[in-house]
């Protein structure tokens, strides 16, 4: 039997690569390089087959928005982000913490030094390779991208998220302090081409961006997103270059959603843990490079289910093999 | 006045005589970057007297290493110049440097230096780069000219005191050489890659006053290899240096280096926003009026030279609102002057088209139609709160900069509301209008090698992909060949980009070899080439969004017509939404295409299936529409004859009474060579 | 490969006889093409072009039916690799397994369960669509006796997991009149089972691990008269299935391998990766899904997953339009217009339930489109929503006049004014602020 369909042998989604060790200048155990592929996803063999996919657990450092079913979950970690980002790692068992610094969206947020604290906390606190996200407001992105930047120089943390109107601060920062960025446009894959042609112009290097194609939750406009991601990873293998570039993907409003919110106190858990399964699983069956989620529990299951979508006789070990130092 | 060109020879000599008497170890603390300009220059990274003058001599004697290894002396030997004096700048504070200049927080820099003699000059120049968010670095007599102006210096301040002398300007291009290396991927010793870096993005001037020493001038004017233009006001003469008024030196310096400030604010007494866009102001609420039919009124946005444009600027012509009663209809002229280098007179009407946007987000100011047509309004209520006419110039000259800021540079606007010079000016705008029309209408297929595409389409139809051209606007009918190519002038990553079109390979398709290698780039490889003129041969595809689909009528040998807001049968036997839902989606149907209403004006009209005389059935509603241009283009075909052998569904909606009625009227389509 | 309409009509008989239902030849071929409409409709052609026609209209995978009466499904006819090329036609139907070794007790939960519960989500109830029977004792009686039981209770679609022909007999003697599907001839079994197929009428799955072989299999059981088929790859892993999928689904879209234009069926009971299995059959072109007792939360989130890959790109879901109240308003409550793109409308219900502000939504008929698209298309007009006040007596239902539109309909403001006499308020563009602009902005 044929095992591979590869239309357009050639074209690889572009590397990029997370995290730094101490010789790289940063303090990191383990850098991740994600993208590679050659094929849709699964379906590469030998180097065609990319690198393997990342599962990132999402926490963060003002939890009044975050949802009660992950909170309980957690216990006091959510009250102490360092401890909550070192238990992701080695307790839960993610390939990397994508912290949210979900303080800035207060409503006239102004305690800026705490950002840097919290960053130093936190990359002290892990030794995997790091996601970052800051504000959403533009009024305060200029000071709280320097202050996240500047706090982990020298990490090459993914720092998020810029977008068409809004992406000057976070280049900025990945420029100055030598990280990479996660670029977003909702759902339309000639904007994700624009925004590329902005960060370009800014001087920030190919292999420095993930993209992000927003994803929308289960249910909830979810099939968009999977299309999207299909259509991107299909043009990038015909040879598109501005779309051939890693893709993160992140259901961030699945905890939300009615089905959960509303599910009864005894499986909420359950629901919870299936609805961020079901879009995170699908997105990378489309092609998406890193998944995150915030329910634990939905790390061990993506954990178990990755191996057997993986090529050769030990997928569990590629699963969980860092590629350096 | 100083004569730079004997300056800069004796100044060359006084840096090689120092380079050559210099001692001791060399370097600056606090940085990675050993001495910068030395090091992303030549690669070396100098250390003491021995390894400065190895690397001048690799350098080619650059003046600026030679300045550079001078400093530096100076400061391992202890010189470091004490308060205000900043001195060599580390790299910690020049990261969060870098960070503000990409970020947009800081929109360029400056080099401010000499001892001017007027400190009244020195201290607007100063505040004007303030204003401007540019950040000054002073380097000379001039800061301590400010400091006793009672001008504040210091970085919070945004005016950096790098030395009491000239020679601290050296520390200007160490941060520029620094910011190449640690943004701009330049590697210490690619002396190209900086120059090209710095040509690129170095968003940097310098502006000299009097007083410079030879040795100052010298490297001053080094910097000039790093494509930073040097303006002068007074005191200096020959050379390469610029001499300029110094009300303009700050102006001329960011035009020369692309330098723009994004403007945040609008300094109006009203809110302005798109929430606002739709408010209408009826009568009882109106304070005045101007034009409707009540009083002449039009409006004209005109590109001029940039000395002709003072940004910013709004004058009220005649009577302001003060001077009005309430409930009055005055007429009215908006006048609205942009510049700037990539400007161009094709967009005038596209911008112009804006101001009808901009002036509804005002919350109580509200614009209907264009040209010699327009009705503005303001409440009474935005009147009490000291809403002036002149605040809607402001509004518009802040929302034009706003809007397109890379192509915008200045924007000025008058309001004219004297009765008498409006109705004077009415002509010449309206000599104008027509002007603007016929350049469009004239324009055809052949006068242009590049045409446009558009992708916005492919969100719904990932395949599709429009070539517009000059006679055939896209099938939504929204966007024009001129439309398309201002789109991209303005937004160049945008979705309309340049197809050039190429070799022709066939001019009765209209099928160009350029066009067909875009299109199946850009549909992903689904579609391998398009005819822009025909509908039988591998057509143009259709997203869904196409104002009219135009279908082949095998039995009678005709093409059929139908627009969307047609809801009735057709002769085909569906419907035009059954239609489209077959067709839709980006797919290359033969025999049927996605059109505009105005494409059926063109002469390019499906010209390879015989253009508007195969057309056999359209529905009255369209041809209603059409009806005046329609004829005229006939009689000019000189077949006016036509326009009533086109059925329509008054006459025939079954394919059978189209046939009869055909027949009757002696359709010349009938007689044409088989379409199938 | 497909063909294009005009293509099509230069085969047709041009007489515009409207016998196949159609008013012209050409309204005909253009159905045709687009696989909507079998070439048979036509009775005027020659066998040749029918065949020709047939070829290269009919859709390149086989449908195929599985069950009787009102659960039943069918599943096939698909044109496309990636739903953004057209859409996916026929969802598969997640059928939950019991094993004929079980308890009484489990095996009539799991059939209760199958048939009671279901839950809603935009208009649609959504439940898992039958029982697959899985002969484990080995023993054509006890594996007879269970699915009769069953039978006997609930009217579902079911599959017979056998490799025996003589415990599919067994089964079948029970339930073969309702269409089950016959799972799985293999080289040994294949002729009897294709007699059992053809006896009861109901459709066959084939199982092997290999294409090629797969494909002597069906072509035996067409040579046997039986053309109801569908092919199991036989996964052992995720990735088998993946793999094996993918490449059937291609070649047959392609047309390239017409043995191979039948729906598949994954048994992910073997892979014991419940939840990751359910997903990828369901994503990755599964016709039928056989699947272990997944607990409710899982059959949610699958049934979910179903339900959104298996919308139609290019055709917005829609709510109804009307006059939702959130949050238990009373008459002073604020009124928020919205159109009703579902995801809009989801969107936003989320973002108020969260606030806990009590109002009412607002939903106009935009025929699903969003605001944005609605504004621009012309589908959210002041008539509309003036004849919607009047449709949902909103007069009547709130005591205040005040409507709150969405940020991008601020261009229709002083229209919807004018209309409908209520005073308008333009409410933010971003449903995530709404809850701010209600605490901050509103105030009737
Ligand atoms: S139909 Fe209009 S909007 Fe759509 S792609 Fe063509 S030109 Fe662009
Ligand atoms: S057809 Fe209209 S609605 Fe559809 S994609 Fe094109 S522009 Fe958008
Ligand atoms: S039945 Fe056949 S011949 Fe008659 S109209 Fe239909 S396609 Fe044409």
Redesign the pocket.
């Given at each position: 039997m044929s095992e591979e369909h590869n239309p357009e042998q050639g074209n690889r989604i572009l590397e990029v690569s997370l995290g730094a060790t101490t010789a790289e200048g940063g303090t990191r155990e383990r850098v991740y390089t994600v993208g590679g592929a050659g094929t849709f996803p699964f379906l590469g063999a030998g180097p065609a087959a990319g690198h393997p996919p990342r599962i990132a657990l999402e926490i963060c450092d003002d939890t009044r928005t975050w949802s009660p079913i992950v909170l309980r979950e957690v216990g006091d970690l959510a009250g102490d982000t360092g401890a909550w980002a070192a238990a992701a790692e080695t307790t839960f068992g993610a390939d990397m913490v994508r912290l949210f610094f979900t303080s800035t969206r207060q409503r006239g947020f102004d305690d800026f030094a705490s950002l840097g604290t919290t960053m130093e906390e936190v990359i002290g606190a892990t030794k995997y390779p790091l996601i970052v996200e800051g504000s959403t407001e533009p009024g305060i992105d200029s000071e709280v991208y320097r202050r996240i930047g500047e706090a982990a120089e020298g990490e090459r943390i993914l720092l998020g998220t810029a977008e068409a109107d809004r992406y000057r601060s976070v280049a900025a920062s990945a420029l100055a302090y030598g990280h990479a960025l996660v670029a977003q446009t909702p759902i339309d894959i000639n904007l994700a081409k624009q925004l590329n042609i902005l960060l370009h112009e800014t001087g920030l290097p190919p292999e420095r961006i993930v993209i992000d194609p927003y994803t929308g939750t289960l249910g909830y406009g979810f099939e968009y997103s999977y299309s999207v991601m299909e259509r991107i990873r299909s043009v990038a293998l015909q040879g598109d270059a501005d779309l051939a570039r890693p893709m993160i993907s992140s259901a961030i409003d699945s905890l939300n959603v009615k089905e959960v919110r509303e599910a009864d106190p005894e499986t909420a858990d359950e629901v919870a843990i299936r609805w961020e399964f079901y879009a995170a699983f699908s997105a990378l069956v489309a092609g998406a490079e890193i998944v995150c989620v915030r329910h634990p529990g939905t790390v061990a299951l993506l954990r178990e289910a990755l191996p057997a979508l993986q090529e050769g006789s030990h997928p569990q070990e590629e699963a969980y093999g860092d590629e350096s130092a | 006045m100083t004569p730079i060109d004997e300056s800069l020879i004796s100044g060359r000599e006084r840096l090689d005589e120092e380079m050559a008497a210099l001692e001791g170890s060399i370097g600056y603390d606090e940085t990675a970057y050993a001495l910068p300009v030395t090091y992303a220059v030549t690669g070396m990274a100098v250390h003491d007297a021995g390894s400065a003058r190895e690397a001048y001599a690799a350098s080619g004697s650059s003046v600026l290493v030679a300045g550079e290894c001078l400093a530096a002396a100076g400061y391992a030997a202890g010189g470091e110049e004490g308060e205000p004096y900043t001195g060599f700048v580390p790299d910690t504070v020049l990261r969060r440097l870098g960070y503000s200049l990409v970020d947009g927080s800081i929109a360029g820099i400056g080099l401010v230096a000499g001892s001017p003699d007027d400190a009244d000059a020195a201290a607007a120049i100063c505040r004007e780069m303030q204003e401007k968010y540019l950040l000054t670095f002073l380097a000379g007599g001039v800061i301590q000219t400010l400091t006793e102006a009672g001008v504040k210096v210091g970085l919070e301040y945004r005016l950096v005191p790098l030395g009491s002398t000239g020679m601290a300007a050296i520390h200007f291009a160490d941060i520029i050489a620094r910011v190449a290396m640690m943004f701009g991927g330049v590697q210490p010793g690619d002396a190209d890659r900086l120059l090209n870096y710095a040509a690129e993005r170095a968003k940097a001037f310098v502006i000299a006053f009097p007083g410079l020493e030879d040795e100052e001038i010298a490297v001053i004017d080094g910097l000039r290899v790093l494509s930073i233009p040097i303006l002068t006001p007074e005191g200096y003469e020959g050379g390469e240096w610029i001499r300029v008024p110094y009300l303009d030196a700050v102006r001329e310096g960011m035009e020369r280096r692309g330098i723009r400030v994004n403007v945040v604010a609008i300094p109006i007494p009203m809110a302005c926003s798109p929430a606002f866009e739709g408010k209408s102001i009826r009568k009882e609420e109106m304070y005045v009026e101007f034009g409707g039919a009540k009083a002449p009124a039009f409006e004209l946005l005109r590109v001029r030279p940039a000395d002709e444009v003072e940004d910013g600027r709004v004058e009220v012509i005649g009577p302001e609102v003060g001077d009005l009663e309430e409930g009055s209809a005055v007429p009215l002229a908006i006048l609205v002057d942009v510049a700037g280098a990539s400007m161009k007179k094709d967009y005038e009407p596209v911008l112009e088209r804006r101001i009808h946007t901009f002036l509804n987000y005002g919350e109580g100011s509200w614009h209907v139609a264009q040209r010699d047509l327009v009705w503005v309004r303001l409440t009474k209520d935005v009147v009490r709160r000291g809403v002036a006419i002149a605040d809607l110039g402001r509004l518009l000259a802040s929302k034009f900069r706003m809007e397109f800021p890379d192509l915008i540079d200045a924007v000025q606007v008058t309001l004219v509301t004297d009765r008498e010079r409006v109705e004077a000016m009415l002509e010449e705008a309206r000599a104008i209008y027509d002007e603007r029309d016929e350049r469009i209408a004239g324009m055809k297929d052949e006068d242009v090698g590049t045409y446009y595409s558009c992708t916005?389409?492919q969100?719904?139809?990932p395949n599709?992909v429009c070539i517009i051209t000059p006679e055939r606007p896209a099938l939504?009918g929204a966007i024009t060949w001129l439309d398309a190519k201002i789109a991209y002038e303005i937004a160049p990553a945008g979705a309309n980009q340049p197809v050039e079109k190429g070799e022709l390979i066939d001019p009765v398709l209209g099928q160009f070899e350029g066009v067909n290698r875009f299109v199946k780039k850009a549909s992903h490889g689904a579609v391998d080439r398009v005819s822009l003129y025909g509908m039988m041969d591998e057509p143009m595809t259709c997203?869904?969004?196409?104002e009219c689909i135009a279908t082949i009528l095998p039995e009678v040998n005709g093409i059929m017509i139908v627009n969307r807001d047609y809801l009735g049968d057709t002769p085909l036997g569906m419907t035009f939404s059954t239609l489209a839902g077959t067709i839709?989606g980006g797919a290359q149907t033969p025999g049927f295409v996605g059109i505009s209403k105005g494409y059926i004006l063109s002469d390019r009209f499906l010209q390879a299936e015989n253009g508007i005389e195969r057309v056999v059935w359209m529905p009255s509603l369209l041809k209603d529409e059409l009806k005046g241009r329609l004829e005229e283009k006939l009689e000019r075909m000189s077949i006016p004859e036509l326009f009533d052998k086109i059925a329509d569904e008054t006459v025939a909606v079954s394919i059978e009474d189209l046939a009869e009625f055909l027949a009757r009227v002696d359709h010349p389509a009938l007689a044409m060579r088989p379409l199938i | 490969m497909a063909m294009k309409a005009l293509d099509i009509y230069k085969l047709l008989p041009k007489t515009n006889c409207k016998k196949c239902g159609f008013p012209t030849c050409l309204a005909f071929a253009m159905k045709l093409a687009s696989g909507k409409v079998d070439v048979d409709l036509c009775p005027d052609l020659d066998e040749q072009t029918r065949e020709l026609l047939g070829g290269a209209t009919r859709p390149p995978i086989r449908l195929v039916g599985i069950g009787a009466g009102e659960r039943s499904f069918a599943v096939g006819e698909e044109f496309v690799l990636y739903r953004h090329e057209r859409t996916f036609y026929h969802q598969p139907g997640l059928m939950m397994q019991v094993a004929d070794t079980w308890p009484g007790e489990r095996i009539e939960r799991i059939m209760t369960r199958v048939r009671d519960e279901t839950f809603h989500r935009v208009g649609e109830d959504l439940s898992v669509d039958g029982i697959a029977f899985r002969c484990e004792s080995g023993d054509a009686d006890q594996f007879g006796g269970v699915v009769g039981m069953v039978e006997a209770c609930a009217s579902l679609p079911e599959v017979v997991i056998a490799d025996d022909p003589e415990a599919q007999a067994a089964a079948l003697a029970h339930c073969g009149n309702f269409q089950p599907l016959i799972h799985a001839a293999c080289a040994d079994t294949v002729e009897a089972m294709c007699d059992l197929a053809r006896k009861y009428g109901c459709a066959l799955a084939v199982r092997a691990g290999d294409l090629e072989e797969l494909k002597r299999l069906v072509g035996l059981c067409r040579d046997r008269g039986i053309e109801n088929l569908m092919l199991d790859p036989a996964p052992a892993t995720l990735r088998d299935f993946l793999v094996r999928s993918v490449e059937i689904r291609r070649r047959a879209v392609e047309r390239t391998d017409p043995d191979l234009g039948y729906p598949v069926v994954f048994d992910t009971v073997p892979i014991d990766l419940p939840d990751a299995a359910t997903a990828l059959g369901i994503l990755k072109y599964a016709g039928v899904i056989i699947i272990d007792e997944l607990a409710p939360s899982s059959t949610m989130a699958a049934l979910t997953l179903r339900q959104n890959i298996y919308t139609d790109p290019q055709k917005p879901i829609q709510v109804t339009p009307g006059l939702y109240p959130v949050n238990a308003p009373t008459g002073s409550a604020p009124v928020l217009m919205t159109v009703n793109f579902s995801l809009t409308y989801f969107t936003l219900l989320g973002y108020l339930e969260a606030a806990g502000i009590p109002c009412y939504l607002f939903i106009v008929d935009t025929e699903g489109m969003s605001v944005l698209?609605a504004v621009a298309?012309g589908k959210l007009t002041e008539t509309v929503v003036a004849d919607a006040i009047k449709k949902t007596d909103l007069e009547n239902r709130v005591d205040h006049r005040i409507l709150i539109i969405p940020g991008y309909a601020a261009p229709l403001s002083g229209k919807i004014e004018e209309e409908t006499g209520w005073e308008v308020r333009v409410g933010p563009r971003d449903a995530a602020e709404i809850g701010e602009y209600l605490e901050t902005g509103w105030e009737a």
């Open positions: - | 916005l389409c969100t719904f139809a599709h939504c997203c869904g969004c196409f839709g | 698209t298309g």
